[in-house]
């Protein structure tokens, strides 16, 4: 039995050195190493190329390399009866939230303008940080971790979600009919829904117009979120007042791209918080072991849901 690794960018060589240094013994390969492919019981993946995983025909588990998960529903010869997992990890929630906190103080402080501007020697009107509502979409284990740190700087935190979230640190809202209260007063506006039938295209000019005008997005969920040109007619409007985005329908965000040129976009190359090899093993391998001896596996993936 074995477990193998599956990646279009064939990025291998920082995973298998995890594994050799978490257990030499762990039985880990890559496609151009699997002679019996009929020992692989499990996969762990990142974007991997299409009807990859049918070549495997025991495969009953797949695990994404990430938190996120629509890279595997991508693959419309995803087989029906292999079980999901993904990566609940504690790096990847404090990055995140570094991250996105990083992002708001830029953006009330004006410190990307500036850098823009330079050497322009013009004060700009700055906000604080008890005057700023965070509206942060998808309160999961990533956007809960944000949510708690905005909070403890100091940020009024609201948040939406399916289901309604009872958590001291952030106001919830839920579902379809609480969304537009909830955009009402995002003045910086945090997307971490997962990518999924229901949230392609979410950012869109009729989400825009609900939001304070001048409103700031944050992006660090996926690319396939965010309607593009509606984004810029908004910035052009002043509807918004700037974005910082993270991810792209197309990664990398191609030289020729509208938004390099946009002076209120501020990117960054998918780097918000980054899955870490060696943090991430151990539950992989806990769920090889819970695989082999029938126990339940640990952070399942819904199908139904997509996330
Ligand atoms: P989770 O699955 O833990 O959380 C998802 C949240 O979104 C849940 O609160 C869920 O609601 C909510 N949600 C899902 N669909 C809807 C919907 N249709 N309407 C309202 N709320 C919805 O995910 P994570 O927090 O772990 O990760 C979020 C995403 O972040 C990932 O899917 C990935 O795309 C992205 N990511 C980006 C990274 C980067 O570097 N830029 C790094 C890591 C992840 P409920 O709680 O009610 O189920
Ligand atoms: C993830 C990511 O989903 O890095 O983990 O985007």
């Not at 971490?192 to 944050?218: C, M, Q, R, S, V």
């Not at 918080?273 to 082999?292: D, F, G, K, M, T």
């Amino acid at each position: 039995m074995s477990l193998i690794l599956l990646r279009s960018d064939k990025n291998y060589e920082q995973w298998l050195n995890a594994f050799a240094d978490f257990d030499p013994d762990f039985p880990v390969f890559i496609p151009e190493t699997a002679e019996n492919k009929g020992d692989i019981i499990m996969a762990l993946s990142w974007k991997a190329p299409t009807g990859s995983y049918t070549q495997y025909p025991n495969l009953k588990v797949i695990g994404s390399m990430g938190a996120g998960v629509d890279h595997l529903f991508e693959d419309p010869e995803l087989p029906e009866n292999i079980q999901l997992t993904r990566v609940v990890d504690e790096y990847l929630a404090t990055d995140m939230r570094e991250f996105v906190l990083a992002q708001c103080m830029s953006t009330i402080k004006n410190l990307n303008t500036f850098s823009r501007k330079q050497p322009h020697w013009d004060r700009l009107p700055y906000r604080r940080v008890a005057d700023v509502t965070v509206g942060i979409m998808g309160l999961g284990v990533l956007g809960q971790a944000v949510g708690k740190l905005l909070h403890q700087v100091g940020f009024k935190v609201t948040g939406w979600s399916h289901s309604y979230k009872d958590l001291e640190f952030v106001k919830s809202y839920s579902g379809e009919k609480e969304l537009n209260k909830f955009l009402s007063s995002a003045e910086i506006l945090v997307c971490l829904l997962p990518l999924t039938e229901e949230t392609k295209g979410i950012l869109n000019k009729a989400l825009f117009f609900e939001l304070p005008h001048g409103a700031y997005l944050i992006n660090v969920a996926r690319g396939g979120h965010l309607h593009e040109s509606d984004l810029l007619d908004a910035l052009h409007s002043g509807k918004l007042g700037g974005a910082s985005l993270d991810v792209f329908e197309q990664e990398p965000l191609p030289k020729d791209h509208p938004f390099w040129r946009e002076p209120n976009i501020f990117i960054t190359p998918h780097v918000a918080s980054v899955s870490s090899p060696a943090s991430i093993i151990p539950q992989v391998v806990e769920n090889y072991n819970r695989l082999q001896a029938g126990e339940p596996l640990l952070n399942t993936v819904s199908r139904k849901r997509g996330y």
